[in-house]
C-alpha cells in the first residue's frame, strides 16, 4: 500500500484555498495566522494542522 506524506506547503495550501473559499473555521484561520506570522505551526495550533493533513488524506483517497 502506497503511503502519501503531505508537505508543510502542501497543507497551508490547501488552508489557503480552504480560506478563499470561506470554508475555514477560526481554528484554522489561527492556525494561517500563526504560519504566517511566526513561520511555523506552534504546539497550540498542530491538532489543526494535524486535522487538515487527515482532511486531505481524505481528498485525495476521495472519500471526502
Not at 484555498?17 to 470561506?22: E, F, G, R, T, V
Not at 470554508?23 to 487538515?52: C, P, Q, R
Request: aromatic share 16%.
Amino acid at each position: 500500500m502506497k503511503t502519501i506524506n503531505f508537505q508543510q506547503c502542501d497543507v497551508i495550501a490547501y488552508l489557503e484555498d480552504k480560506i478563499l473559499s470561506n470554508v475555514a473555521n477560526e481554528n484554522e484561520m489561527s492556525t494561517y495566522l500563526d504560519w504566517i506570522w511566526n513561520g511555523f505551526i506552534s504546539k497550540l495550533n498542530f491538532n489543526t494542522y494535524k486535522n487538515l493533513k487527515r482532511e486531505m488524506y481524505k481528498v485525495w483517497k476521495g472519500v471526502k
